[in-house]
């Protein structure tokens, strides 16, 4: 990593009166996992779109593995693969020819088909799926066919549009194991958006996009440290020491079944505390906030599908 595969400058798309993206900046480091997060409305789909060529911008840049979008719009088209939240495939048509179909539209014929098709039945697990109608597999074993589709050109960059949207833990986990397999073995970049923060928790960078405008972006890590407070949780504490206690903390204390959870700014506060009531505190644990907290703080809203949603 360490070169921007994707350089977004100032990006501006509007409807009418409505700014669907406001003047947005980012970078997309090349074989990254991106996290590109928003609440349904907030810019997010508009920016995918202008990137594949489905929607044009109204100002802006944007720059795709070395190629300006404005001159190279067929050539970053065959760099992209995308899944889409909504399958485009054929619900009647097996998944071998969903698959033939698809090829084709890329010039992908013959054993050059058969030679990708291997290598992506090896890495998706399509074998037993391949004679099978795509409209009669199973959520998990249809978002493994899309990702195929969005693998067939062979792209430098792959899209995934809330991938395990609707999944059970074990398929979500399971897309995800196929998506780590695809990153190690071809240095794919994966421009993600997602509902599950636990997923953005996994990204080396993440956007946070509010009304057509970037809210935050960073690390997990930095995002978390930024916007995100750090939390004392006392056990078997009464509501008399738990109101002294809460004197000290300014950021708030709140009663959470059997615990009364107090928000302090720093580990380095929480220490401080422990240190000075001992008296008060026999059973406690200190926990970072996550990248739920994070979304709330930073946008006031929750993502629908998210732990706080």
Same mark, same amino acid.
């Given at each position: 990593?360490? /070169?921007?595969?994707?350089?977004? /400058?100032?990006?501006t !798309?509007?409807y009418?009166e409505?700014?669907?993206? $406001? ?6 480091e ?9 609440i349904n ?14 929607? $044009?911008k109204d ?8 190629l ?9 088209k065959r760099? +992209?693969? +995308?899944?889409f ?10 998944v ?11 010039g992908?014929?013959?054993? =050059?088909? !058969? ?18 109608p795509?409209? !009669?597999?199973?959520?998990g ?10 693998l ?8 995934? /549009? ?16 196929? +998506?780590?397999n695809l990153?190690?073995?071809?240095n794919?970049?994966?421009? @993600?958006t ?7 928790n996994?990204?080396? =960078?993440?956007?946070?996009i ?16 930024e916007?995100?407070?750090i ?5 078997g ?7 002294? @206690?809460s004197?000290?903390?300014?950021d708030?204390? =709140? ?16 220490a401080?505390i ?7 505190i ?7 906030g $996550? ?6 703080n930073?946008?006031g ?9």
């Amino acid at each position: 990593m360490g /070169d921007s595969i994707i350089a977004i /400058d100032n990006l501006t !798309k509007s409807y009418g009166e409505i700014k669907a993206v $406001d003047g947005i900046s980012f970078r997309v480091e090349k074989g990254s996992l991106f996290a590109f997060l928003g609440i349904n409305g907030a810019g997010k789909s508009t920016t995918i779109n202008i990137i594949c060529s489905i929607t $044009d911008k109204d100002g802006g840049r944007v720059v795709v593995d070395g190629l300006d979008l404005e001159k190279h719009r067929e050539e970053i088209k065959r760099k +992209i693969g +995308i899944v889409f939240q909504k399958s485009v495939l054929d619900e009647s048509l097996t998944v071998y020819d969903n698959l033939v179909s698809r090829a084709s539209l890329y010039g992908i014929y013959g054993d =050059k088909f !058969k030679e990708k098709l291997s290598e992506l039945s090896g890495m998706l697990d399509l074998q037993p799926l391949l004679k099978r109608p795509y409209g !009669k597999l199973s959520g998990g074993q249809k978002r493994r066919v899309d990702i195929a589709r969005g693998l067939i050109n062979s792209p430098t960059i792959l899209i995934l /549009d809330e991938p395990t949207t609707g999944l059970d833990p074990q398929t979500r986990q399971a897309v995800w194991k196929a +998506i780590g397999n695809l990153r190690e073995k071809y240095n794919t970049t994966v421009f @993600l958006t997602t509902h599950y923060m636990e997923e953005a928790n996994g990204a080396d =960078k993440v956007v946070i996009i509010d009304s057509g405008r970037i809210a935050a972006q960073g690390t997990p890590n930095e995002l978390k440290n930024e916007y995100s407070g750090i939390y004392l949780k006392v056990y078997g504490i009464s509501s008399e020491d738990a109101e002294k @206690l809460s004197q000290k903390c300014p950021d708030g204390m =709140k009663f959470e079944r059997n615990c009364a959870v107090f928000r302090l700014k720093s580990t380095r506060e929480a220490a401080g505390i422990l240190s000075e009531n001992k008296e008060l505190i026999s059973d406690f644990e200190v926990i970072k906030g $996550d990248m739920d907290d994070v979304f709330l703080n930073v946008t006031g809203k929750v993502l629908e599908g998210s732990a706080n949603g």
